[in-house]
């Protein structure tokens, strides 16, 4: 009875060594499974959290140098609105000064331009009186130099409108193009800002994620080292059934077999 007991316990523990140590190597290659699934994982997380950092820190810097471009093209649209303030406003003086300037020559050329001449009476002269002979009136020449003055203060008036009129379109164009870049800068930062703000919650998912995939990581290479350790244990409690299975439970049989030999042939002697 003490042999079938002993033969039977060997068994159980034959079968308990294969389904643990089977188990046990299942474990470990499902944990080294997922410790390079992990580390892949990290590696991944790793290359996506430095190009998401790169992307926000260059993103950020095309912000403010944006910002920057707004700023000078404010200060360089309002210095140039003061020139043009400036321009128009002596370019107006210019004209109504010699507009006033050509209307008064004008009346005064008009004047020196009219034929002289007037009714005369004569009277005769003595030795205390020049008497009031005939008047010899000279006669006035057109004055044709008036004419090329009031023709040069013409063409500085034109010039001067001209300057003016140029000086209005090119700040009309000025105010246009700068009105526009104000706004398409405008339209580029929200879209910056919308992307920022994308990209810094996936960096932010993605440090979240790091963290979790590190602790699992560790959890894992932890469980890794307690199915060693078991796995050590197991081969200490089991190799040596395992390897003499075949042979000791021969031997027990046959010394089993034997006994049962020996009790029939000592029942048959009696």
Not at 8 to 20: P, Q
Not at 24 to 52: P, V
Not at 148 to 164: C, F, H, N, P
Request: hydrophobic letters at 35%; glycine letters at 4%.
């Amino acid at each position: 009875a003490q042999l079938k007991k002993q033969q039977a316990d060997e068994i159980a523990h034959r079968d308990w060594c294969i389904e643990e140590l089977a188990a046990n190597k299942r474990e470990t290659e499902a944990g080294y499974d997922a410790k390079t699934s992990l580390e892949t994982k990290l590696a991944d997380l790793e290359k996506t959290i430095g190009y998401l950092t790169n992307e926000i820190d260059a993103t950020t810097a095309a912000v403010a140098e944006m910002q920057e471009q707004m700023k000078r093209a404010s200060e360089n649209r309002e210095a140039e609105n003061a020139d043009y303030q400036q321009t128009v406003t002596d370019q107006r003086m210019t004209q109504m000064i010699l507009k006033k300037a050509l209307a008064r020559m004008k009346q005064v050329y008009a004047l020196l331009q009219q034929e002289p001449g007037a009714p005369h009476i004569e009277t005769s002269g003595n030795h205390t009186d020049a008497g009031n002979g005939p008047a010899r009136f000279t006669k006035y020449e057109k004055h044709a130099g008036g004419s090329k003055v009031l023709a040069m203060l013409e063409t500085v008036i034109a010039d001067s409108q001209k300057t003016e009129d140029e000086a209005i379109r090119s700040e009309q164009e000025a105010q246009s193009m700068y009105e526009n870049f104000m706004k398409d800068s405008n339209k580029a930062i929200i879209t910056y800002t919308e992307k920022l703000t994308s990209m810094k919650g996936s960096l932010g998912a993605a440090k979240e994620d790091q963290a979790i995939s590190k602790s699992d990581l560790k959890a894992t290479m932890v469980e890794l080292s307690d199915l060693h350790d078991t796995s050590g244990n197991l081969h200490k409690s089991c190799d040596f059934i395992m390897n003499t299975f075949t042979d000791r439970q021969a031997a027990r049989s046959a010394e089993m077999d034997a006994l049962a030999e020996a009790k029939s042939i000592l029942s048959g002697m009696k």
